[in-house]
């Protein structure tokens, strides 16, 4: 069993930056490829960035260019930089992880594991 915190969360102004961390538990975390989604109000969850085990990522079209995807497996963590934020950003962030370490996938039915979510607002 794997448990995922998020943390990072917060309001921000439009423009502004935030990083988002993934804590896991487990000893295999290197193995796991990771993913962010997001969910915002009234619309169903999306993707938004994956990074498997060997680092290559993938991000939805909505976000490339301004989040960023890392890991550190020292840490067992997985970030999310959010850079140059637009109001249309604000949603819950969830991140997620595969047993899968190959997986680099938009698809949520891809990853085993989810965590509870951080909030995330940008103001206009």
């Known amino acids: 069993q794997v448990q995922l915190v998020e943390s990072g969360g917060g309001l921000v102004q439009a423009g502004g930056s935030l990083r988002l961390s993934c804590a896991a538990s487990?000893?295999?975390?290197?193995?796991?490829?990771m993913a962010w989604f997001r969910q915002a109000p009234g619309k169903e969850r999306a993707f938004v960035a994956a990074?498997?085990?060997?680092?290559?990522?993938y991000y939805a079209d909505s976000v490339k260019g301004r989040f960023t995807i890392s890991r550190d497996n020292a840490k067992n963590t997985v970030y999310l930089q959010l850079n140059s934020l637009k109001p249309e950003d604000t949603a819950v962030y969830y991140c997620a992880a595969s047993i899968s370490p190959t997986v680099v996938s938009a698809r949520e039915s891809a990853y085993n594991y989810w965590g509870q979510g951080t909030q995330v607002t940008v103001s206009s």
């Open positions: 487990g000893r295999t975390f290197s193995n796991y490829a």
């Open positions: 990074l498997n085990w060997s680092n290559s990522t």
